[in-house]
């Protein structure tokens, strides 16, 4: 048997139902974001980052080529026998160019670290948010549902009106008074209100007996003077009480 529910506002279980449905609505939308946000960005490391870098190193590669072919076009150029140009600028245009390509190599390289980390991350979030999400989408709605069962069975509960038992207290005390049996109730079976009925039944019949034979005998007629077995001078209580015996004669005048 399940345990009892006390149960002090439906107004708060309704609140919290709404809140729960909410709630749901809100994980689901949140989560979903997140797993957009990360599926994203790990396209745009293995995709966008990794394209753009290389075209970078291609096209910084090509300028520390020109910019070689630059220095060496200077250094071959003389004034003078005794002379060397310094090709001061040539020298430094081409170290820039060395430095951005070495810049764009490093950001290459760190791009291609970070892939594998960053995947392994988001399917780590993945496995670890799905409960969740599935939590979300199912077993919320399906609380919500158990909650508004649970409302409407409350709502119901306290619509039902208490049985009036005051009615039927005060017709079994009112034939308990009258010496008439009770009818069964709830708390008593049938059988026994029965067997309560069937003395006063044999009672009345017995009274009912005793009160026709006092009737018949009140209407039996008292004998007349004109019998000739009983003497004129009998009276009418002698003739009932018995007392005349068959010796008594009648005198006649």
């Known amino acids: 048997?399940?345990?009892?529910?006390?149960?002090?506002?439906?107004?708060?279980?309704?609140?919290?139902?709404?809140?729960?449905?909410?709630?749901?609505?809100?994980?689901?939308?949140?989560?979903s974001?997140?797993?957009?946000?990360?599926?994203?960005?790990?396209?745009?490391?293995?995709?966008?980052?990794?394209?753009?870098?290389r075209d970078e190193v291609r096209l910084r590669e090509e300028i520390v080529n020109e910019a070689k072919t630059e220095l060496h076009r200077c250094l071959q150029a003389t004034v003078d026998a005794y002379r060397t140009p310094s090709c001061h600028h040539e020298k430094k245009v081409l170290d820039a160019a060395k430095k951005k390509l070495h810049l764009a190599e490093d950001k290459l390289t760190l791009v291609r670290r970070w892939i594998p980390k960053v995947k392994q991350a988001v399917n780590e979030y993945r496995m670890k948010a799905e409960p969740l999400r599935n939590s979300a989408v199912s077993d919320v709605p399906r609380a919500a549902a158990f909650l508004q069962a649970s409302v409407n069975r409350l709502l119901e509960y306290i619509s039902i009106s208490a049985p009036n038992t005051?009615?039927?207290?005060?017709?079994?005390?009112?034939?308990?008074?009258?010496?008439?049996a009770p009818e069964a109730t709830e708390s008593q079976p049938a059988g026994e209100a029965q067997e309560a009925a069937e003395p006063n039944i044999a009672g009345e019949a017995q009274?009912?007996?005793?009160?026709?034979?006092?009737?018949?005998?009140?209407?039996?007629?008292?004998?007349?003077?004109?019998?000739?077995?009983?003497?004129?001078?009998?009276?009418?209580?002698?003739?009932?009480s018995g007392q005349l015996t068959d010796n008594n004669t009648v005198d006649e005048k």
């Not at 007349?224 to 077995?229: G, L, S």
Request: glycine share 4%; hydrophobic share 40%.
């Open 207 to 240: 009274e009912s007996d005793l009160q026709l034979t006092a009737t018949e005998n009140s209407q039996t007629p008292p004998p007349t003077v004109d019998d000739p077995t009983i003497p004129l001078s009998a009276t009418t209580g002698d003739i009932a």
């Open 1 to 31: 048997m399940r345990p009892g529910v006390h149960v002090k506002s439906i107004e708060a279980l309704e609140a919290f139902r709404a809140a729960l449905y909410i709630f749901g609505e809100e994980a689901e939308q949140s989560l």
């Open 166 to 180: 005051e009615g039927i207290m005060e017709r079994v005390t009112q034939s308990r008074a009258a010496g008439e």
């Open 33 to 53: 974001s997140i797993q957009l946000e990360a599926d994203k960005f790990l396209s745009w490391l293995e995709e966008d980052q990794i394209k753009f870098w």
